[in-house]
């Protein structure tokens, strides 16, 4: 796996690299600014690019633009955005096109190397993932103005944040201790009370859900 890295704290850069080669992935590049970024990408033709949210030179949505650039250069790219708190619509923007390879994680998920590593391989393995803080911020803002939201049992909220973290039913099953037959039960449940379509492919699931919890039905 040929990983580039655009971050500007080059702490977090120099930090990332340190634990990614440790873990014996290549990183081929890191880069402080957008610019570096598109560059590295262009010349080492990644599989994966890490990049930050906000970067130089306003620190807004630079990196999310970014991402965007590298994936038109480079259709196929994964992609796993970094970004220091939940940002709604940075999330929900980055996803609008389908989500397939791509993650969005908090920062603070950087330090649970387990869960970044395994969210890294997800996205590299063409997979979505959603923080779990992202997922959970959404669903309580939804909730408080949605009927259709607040009539999901507590087990059904727990599924539709799996799902938006971009888990399958098996994946799903395992982390709640039940079946997978009990899953796919929950979610033709949820899908049904949310007027989502009934499409159970992974990308689609997590777009689907994030457009509803972002308030757009289109």
Known sequence: MRIVIAEDD???????????????????????????????????????????????????DEGIVAAVEARRRRPGLAVLVLSAYVEQAFATDLFSVGAVGL????????????????????????????DP???AQLLARNRRTDTALSELSPREREVLGLMAEGLGNSAIAERLFVTDGAVHKHIRSIFSKLQLPPDDSADRRVTAVLRYLDGDRR
């Open 10 to 60: 080059p702490l977090l850069r120099e930090g990332l690299a340190l634990l990614l080669r440790a873990e014996d992935l290549d990183v081929v590049a890191t880069a402080g600014t957008p610019g570096e970024f598109l560059v590295a990408v262009d010349e080492h033709a990644p599989d994966v690019a890490i990049v930050d949210v906000r970067m130089p030179p306003t620190h807004t």
């Open 103 to 130: 993650g969005y994680l908090l920062k603070e998920r950087v330090g649970r190397v387990e869960e970044f590593l395994a969210a890294l391989h997800r996205v590299a393995g063409g997979g979505s993932v959603i």
């Open 133 to 135: 803080e992202v997922v």
